[in-house]
């Protein structure tokens, strides 16, 4: 999950940045949270950081793209082109299609300001639109004499593949360790990963995961026109967090990803390894078209329904993507484990306590999932609530209540939060470590600063304090805007260089060792999870133990049972 307020300047609007989990539910919670805190009205540029990003008197850069030339802005770090398009306008008789190569276009084109939000909800104040395929790059500023192609780093932000944008990421710092970023919107909500039959290009064929078919259109684009921007189409690694690190996941398993990028980072994006059927999906999709006035369930009805419609009528639960048969084959999980998945090295991560986020408002992410808990959780209902959030039997929630005893934690919350953050993160993101490293060089982490600053939900847990939900975010990105204020200590900025500088060096090589920070390749003889954590990052050799990951994997045997 991922909520971040954050608004760059100049800009034409000021920006918000919601939510990147893996369902709505939670979204709108956290959206009501932060309604308190965030202001509706901003001026272009606030906050600590943003001078990085405020346009300098150099003139401004253009660049020639296959589709025209596009003028950027130059900032005291480098050079920004915004609101790209990456595709045509997916409205009208192309909604609900794959995307389609945008117009060219004849005169330079502003590329200054940061394009309208996918449609999502709540609404957006600051500007949405169907037309949202777009993308932004950031250039560092390079020595004089610099030569070679830079590694390419295109980010897919998270919001439960509901809400979000690629403008809410400040990328200055990242691409200034060496490497072009790209951030990239795609379609969302029912707009992106509705399933229909009558969508479908064939009678019966296949249809949906129109978002990730969005984010391979971004890449076939950066593989044609990143050059132009000084990076390497033949050196592009993608990477998410939440459902943007599930979208890393689908592109691995995709046919149709093959060839457009050579190396994956996956941050927190393992909660759901196993995707609804086609079927499944399509049965949805039938009741939303109900929902939205098409009881005649045709594609001609569902095209002409106004979007705020299709918007307040999402269903609470969007799905992470389906079997479709085409965009993906199988689960995510089946593809890495099966080894039918392109083959290139990954880091792979969680942070600590995944859950504690959504202990925190009442909430829990299972099995890709958000649900609301029945209440707080305290020593009367603990076991009931085991048993009703993993849809287990009292008796086998007992035993996992033995494998978490109350007398180890502060609270039952505490205690909640963390086996349910080992049971839909860490775990899961082991045994894709696990599954990955058979087959391509894999190097794992775990997220261990307890004290990053809470940015986007204030914690109700207390002490003892552990790193949660995109806690990682703010040492990769600027995030200027977010609804709590917060900065790193001397020693956390340390951290989130390090982190930048191996992003970057696993970009440039497919190894984040550095000479400051080697990793060690996990294998599963040798299970080795890097701590990122202050005052410097350790090797993990027991995480499956800490986090038992044993306990986990009887109960999803006996879940059967």
């Known amino acids: 999950m991922n909520t971040h307020p954050a608004h760059r300047a100049p800009r034409s609007r000021a920006h918000v ?12 919670v956290l959206v009501a949270c932060w309604a308190s805190i965030v202001p509706t009205a901003h001026a272009a540029t606030t906050g600590p950081t943003a001078s990085s990003r405020v346009g300098t008197a150099a003139p401004p850069p253009v660049v020639q793209t296959a589709d025209g030339a596009v003028r950027g802005v130059v900032t ?24 389609q190569a945008p117009a ?5 084109r502003d590329a200054t300001t940061f394009p309208p939000v996918c449609p999502q909800a709540p609404p957006s104040p600051y500007g949405q639109s169907e037309d949202c395929l777009y993308l932004n790059v950031t250039v560092p500023h390079r020595d004089a004499g610099a030569s070679g192609a830079l590694p390419v780093i295109v980010w897919f932000h998270g919001g439960g593949l509901s809400i979000g944008e690629g403008g809410d990421y400040d990328a200055s710092k990242l691409a200034g360790e060496g490497a072009v970023v790209v951030t990239v919107d795609y379609r969302l909500g029912l707009l992106g990963f509705l399933a229909h039959p009558a969508l479908a290009g064939t009678p019966g064929g296949p249809t949906g995961n129109f978002g990730y078919q969005d984010q391979q259109a971004a890449l076939r684009w950066v593989r044609e026109n990143v050059a132009q921007f000084g990076g390497d189409p033949g050196n592009v690694t993608i990477a998410g967090q939440s459902a943007g690190g599930l979208s890393v996941l689908a592109q691995l398993a995709s046919p149709g990803a093959k060839g457009l990028f050579h190396r994956a980072v996956i941050q927190s994006g393992a909660f759901a390894l196993e995707q609804q059927t086609l079927a499944e999906a399509e049965e949805a999709g039938r009741a939303s078209a109900v929902a939205v006035g098409c009881a005649d369930q045709s594609a001609d009805c569902l095209r002409q329904v106004p979007v705020d419609v299709l918007v307040a009528n999402a269903p609470v639960s969007i799905t992470p993507g389906y079997v479709d048969g085409a965009v993906l084959r199988e689960s995510v999980g089946t593809a890495v484990a099966s080894g039918r998945f392109h083959r290139v090295p990954i ?23 958000t649900v609301p808990l029945a209440g707080p959780v305290d020593a009367s209902n603990y076991v009931s609530t085991i048993a009703t959030n993993f849809g287990i039997s009292r008796s086998k929630a007992s035993l996992v209540a033995a494998a978490y005893p109350l007398s180890r934690y502060a609270s039952p919350a505490h205690a909640f939060s963390t086996l349910n953050s080992d049971a839909n993160f860490s775990c899961p993101a082991y045994a894709l470590d696990v599954a990955a490293s058979r087959y391509v060089p894999t190097f794992a982490y775990e997220f261990n600063d307890a004290d990053a600053p809470e940015r986007f939900v204030p914690d109700a847990l207390g002490k003892p304090l552990a790193a949660t939900h995109q806690s990682e975010l703010q040492y990769l990105f600027d995030l200027p805007a977010a609804p709590l204020p917060g900065s790193l200590s001397p020693e956390q900025e340390q951290l989130a260089s390090t982190m930048r500088a191996s992003w970057v060096q696993f970009a440039a090589s497919g190894d984040p060792s550095t000479a400051e920070t080697p990793w060690a390749r996990f294998r599963p003889l040798t299970p080795r999870v890097l701590s990122l954590e202050t005052p410097a990052t350790q090797v993990e050799k027991d995480f499956a133990l800490t986090h038992r990951c044993g306990v986990w994997a009887a109960v999803a045997v006996l879940g059967k049972l």
């Open 17 to 28: 940045v919601r939510p990147a989990l893996a369902i709505v539910a939670a979204i709108v």
């Open 104 to 108: 060219r276009w004849s005169t330079t």
């Open 347 to 369: 880091v792979n991560g969680s942070n600590t306590q995944e859950e504690r986020i959504f202990t925190t408002l009442g909430l829990s992410v299972t099995q890709g999932a």
């Open 76 to 99: 005291s770090t480098g050079v920004e082109f915004r609101g790209l398009p990456y595709a045509a306008p997916p409205v009208g008789e192309l909604r609900w299609t794959p995307p």
